[in-house]
Structures are given as structure tokens and as C-alpha cells.
């Protein structure tokens, strides 16, 4: 050990900490013998132990012993039981193939595969397989018609204007060609233009690919010729944006106390900017397009960050957005005629339960008004009293109990939704107390882009009972298989790392 030069550490032995040994040493019938002594084994149970596990077996005539010394600190007797009974599983399957490679053999009894495979993994459940985003928008515009849908600044739209002008927006890119599983580009600033803009690429049966336009010029590029979109939906303060983009740009604008939707249509010949003139749409397109969409076309493309390597385009579909929605209903508590905030950017998937779930529930969305999240926290604040769901990532709910706690009103119902990041038992705390308990509901989100949205949750009840400093991500959404697979893709017992693999209706 000193001339390794180890790095000591006082709560670790410094060369390994688990070790295995197998005595197998015969003597002539378990005793020995010298020239006036008489000797036979003697065994003694330790109370001490030296390593974190120490696992010694033995052999004997009628088979082999094996005894488990274990760190009572660091480990608990079930565990233990469990490593003794994969074990004694790993022994059985080599002896059952010798020749067989041991990564791939399993430690897995029957009962532990049923369990983890089958039963953990029941979750089936009924959805609207047969509906669209825009049928159940439109069946809410049939119940709902006069209230308010989106709200932005001193703006707002209620659901049947909001319906007729993305009819609008719907029959003009249908005029552009747009049909099913069309990609079409969207870019817009926060504003009611956003919304109608996304509806009315969803009518027209199109799927929509959000950009954001604080977005690097490259990524913005790259994103436009990946997808090939031939349309791009924008506002026309931005077009300097798009020099390099060569399809059709449509400018979309609000104005007016009537909330006339004008359209202008743009494109960019060797780095000029061509611009049509504004044209006020007829009133004769407020009417809902025949439905060309069915549950397996898309509904959007998101990017991924990159972070890990090149973004790439994840193809949300009709089947799989209509399931998360269904389960989000279902599970997430709301307030009838509550307003939900949308603060996140729509290039982000975070987004989606903020946009749909209201639409479909008869509820406002109210858009925040500042570009930058962080700065929006204060907005966010300023508007708690008056939202029923929030959602937002756990970066939001740290720096929010700084400024808003004291704003929460006790008799109001809400829930939070928080997601994107790790979850910290701290950053909960401060909302969940006995004052407001009964009123807030809080659910952590658990789901990669390619699962739309969410695919595990954990609904946050109590704190004290939670011993970990993270908030667990809970278990899979209804229709939803979670498994947790070695390198191998094996199964991995109970309390043993490997890596989340995701199966099931929401998978893009």
C-alpha cells in the first residue's frame, strides 16, 4: 500500500473494499492431525468486518458453504439476501451452459423477471386513439365558445376567435399545399400570433416545427434544411432572421379591436427581402377545414439540445400526444376556467402540456411576455395568484421561493408540474408545508423529447418520509414500459445501477 501511494481515505480501505475467497484446502476427513495434538475446525461469527462485504465459500464433501459479512453501515440484511439469492441464480445458470458468457448470464429469479418485466409494467390503459389535437380543441370550441383561450399582455382571444382565425391561417397554407405530415416552420415571438400560428399549422392537417428565434443563426439554419421545410410561419419583424432560408415565408399579424388576422407573404431572392402587401383574410374561412389528420400523422418536430452531439428532429405523432394529454387529465388536478402560464420557449417539448392541456379542458393560457425564462420568474410571480397550473423546470421553483411564498394565496387550488432537470428535495420544501398542503398539488415529471413530454411521474406527498436528496421520478405514465437494463441489456435486480430504456404508446 505505501508504495502504491494510495489516497487515503478514512472510511474506505485503500487497495478494494469487497472481498471473495474460496477455501478450498482438503483434509482428511475435516480434521488434522500432528504428533501429539488432535485439531478440527473451529468457526466463529465476526462482529466486526473488515471490508464493506467479505464473501467466503467453503468446500465440503456434500457441496459448498457460502457466508456473507457485510458493513451493517452501508448495507441492510434484505440486500444482502438478495445478492446470496443472485448468487446462487448466476451458479445455476453457468452450470446449466458453461460454455455461455458470464456478462450475459442472468441473476434474475423467476419471480424477480415477473415482477420487473410484468407486473411493475401493467399500465394499460384506454386513450382516444381515435381523435386528433384539433377534434378535441374543436369539441371545446362547441362547449366553451365564449371563453377566454389565450391571454398576452392587454391581448386576448376567446376560443371561438381563437378557432376562426387559425381556420384562417389553416385554409391558406392549405392553399400552399400543406397536408398531412407537411412540415411547417414556425418562429415567432410570445403573442397570440403563436398560438393561432400553431393551431392553424394542425388544421391544416401540417405538423408543426417550432424555432426559436433567440436561436444561433446556424442552429436556425440547420434546423430549416434538415427538415426541408418548404413554409415558414413568422412575424415580420423577423424575416432579417431567415436571409438564408428558401422556401415561402408567411408574416402573420393581429390587430384592431375586430382582431383581424392579416396575412403577408415573403421570400428571399440573392439576400433581398421580397415582400407582398398585407391581405386581410375573408371572413368565409373562419369555418373548420374538412379533417385530413389521422392518430398516426405527426403533430410536430422538436429538436433536441445537442448537448450530447448533433440535434436531432424528434417526430411527435397525433397517437403519441394525444396519450400524454390523456394521462396529464387524468392524473394532474385543474381548476375549471383556471389559466395555465406559458413561459417556456415552443421550441422546447416542456411547452406542449402548457399549450394542449388548456385547449382541450376549456381553460386560458396566459403567454409571458419576457423572452428570457429567468427574467420571467418575477412575471411568474406577479401572476401566481391567478394560475391554477404551473409548470415549470426545477431551476424556476429554486429561485421562485425567493420572491413568491409569501404570495401564495392558501384557499386557491393549484398544481405544479416540475420537469427537465434533477429535482431537489430542498427546492420543494419551502412549498410544501403545512400551510398550503391542502391547496398545492405538486407532481415531479420525468421524460426525454423522445416520449413526449413525460413518461414517468411521482406525485409529492410527503417530504419527510422521502430519505434521498433528489425526489424520485415515480413510475411509468399509463401505457408506458420503464425497464432498468445493464450494457448487456439484461435486467438488473433490484437496487443494482443500470441504464432507463423506455417502451409504449408515447414513444416518438
Not at 20 to 36: A, D, I, P, W
Not at 109 to 125: G, R
Request: overall charge negative.
Amino acid at each position: 500500500v505505501d508504495h502504491l501511494n494510495i489516497s487515503r481515505e478514512l472510511n474506505r480501505n485503500p487497495v478494494f473494499q469487497v472481498m471473495f475467497v474460496l477455501q478450498n484446502t482438503s483434509t482428511e476427513e475435516g480434521e488434522l492431525k500432528f504428533n501429539n495434538i488432535e485439531a478440527s475446525p473451529a468457526f466463529s461469527s465476526y462482529s466486526v468486518v473488515k471490508f464493506d462485504l467479505d464473501v467466503s465459500v467453503s468446500e465440503h464433501e456434500e457441496g459448498i458453504e457460502v457466508n456473507f459479512n457485510y458493513a451493517m453501515d452501508l448495507f441492510e440484511e434484505e440486500t444482502i439476501r438478495r445478492f446470496a439469492v443472485h448468487f446462487e441464480e448466476l451458479i445455476k445458470a453457468s452450470l446449466k451452459d458453461p460454455a455461455y458468457p458470464v456478462q450475459t448470464l442472468s441473476l434474475l429469479t423467476a419471480l424477480e423477471k415477473e415482477q420487473l418485466l410484468v407486473e411493475w409494467n401493467d399500465t394499460k390503459a384506454d386513450y382516444p386513439e381515435n381523435k386528433t389535437i384539433v377534434q378535441l380543441f374543436e369539441e371545446q370550441v362547441e362547449k366553451t365558445p365564449d371563453n377566454i383561450a389565450v391571454v398576452h399582455e392587454d391581448q386576448e382571444l376567446s376560443y371561438k376567435e381563437l378557432n376562426e382565425r387559425a381556420n384562417q391561417v389553416a385554409h391558406y397554407l392549405r392553399g400552399l399545399g400543406v397536408g398531412a405530415d407537411t412540415l411547417v416552420a414556425i418562429a415567432v415571438e410570445r403573442s397570440l400570433e403563436m398560438i393561432v400560428g400553431l393551431l392553424g399549422i394542425l388544421k391544416a392537417g401540417g405538423a408543426y416545427v417550432p424555432l426559436d428565434p433567440e436561436y444561433p443563426q446556424e442552429r436556425l439554419q440547420f434546423m430549416l434544411e434538415d427538415t426541408q421545410a418548404s413554409i415558414l410561419i413568422t412575424q415580420e419583424e423577423l424575416n432579417e432572421r431567415f436571409k438564408t432560408y428558401s422556401g415561402k415565408i408567411v408574416n402573420l399579424q393581429i390587430q384592431g379591436e375586430e382582431k383581424e388576422l392579416l396575412i403577408k407573404e415573403a421570400s428571399f431572392k440573392k439576400g433581398s427581402l421580397i415582400l407582398a402587401d398585407w391581405q386581410t383574410l375573408s371572413d368565409t374561412l373562419t369555418h373548420n377545414p374538412i379533417s385530413i389528420t389521422q392518430p398516426h400523422h405527426l403533430a410536430y418536430v422538436i429538436y433536441t439540445s445537442g448537448s450530447t452531439g448533433k440535434p436531432k428532429g424528434v417526430l411527435i405523432d397525433q397517437n403519441n400526444i394525444l396519450h400524454y394529454l390523456k394521462h396529464s387529465k387524468t392524473v394532474y388536478p385543474f381548476v375549471q376556467n383556471g389559466r395555465t402560464l406559458l413561459h417556456s420557449s415552443i421550441a422546447f417539448d416542456m411547452s406542449v402540456t402548457s399549450l394542449f392541456l388548456p385547449l382541450i379542458l376549456g381553460n386560458s393560457i396566459l403567454i409571458s411576455s419576457v423572452k428570457a425564462q429567468v427574467d420571467s420568474l418575477e412575471e411568474i410571480s406577479k401572476e401566481l395568484n391567478q394560475l391554477s397550473f404551473v409548470k415549470l423546470t426545477p431551476a424556476h421553483l429554486g429561485a421562485l421561493k425567493e420572491i413568491s411564498s409569501s404570495r401564495l394565496n392558501d384557499n386557491e387550488k393549484r398544481s405544479f408540474i416540475i420537469g427537465g432537470e434533477n429535482l431537489l428535495k430542498e427546492d420543494v420544501s419551502l412549498y410544501f408545508n403545512a400551510r398550503n398542503a391542502s391547496s398545492l398539488s405538486l407532481f415531479n415529471e420525468y421524460g426525454p423529447t423522445e416520449a413526449t413530454v413525460g413518461c414517468c411521474v411521482f406525485k409529492i406527498e410527503n417530504l419527510e418520509k422521502l430519505s434521498q436528496s433528489s425526489i424520485p421520478i415515480g413510475r411509468p405514465i399509463n401505457n408506458t414500459q420503464m425497464y432498468i437494463l445493464d450494457k448487456n441489456q439484461n435486467p438488473v435486480p433490484i437496487g443494482v445501477s443500470g441504464e432507463i430504456y423506455i417502451g409504449g404508446v408515447g414513444l416518438a
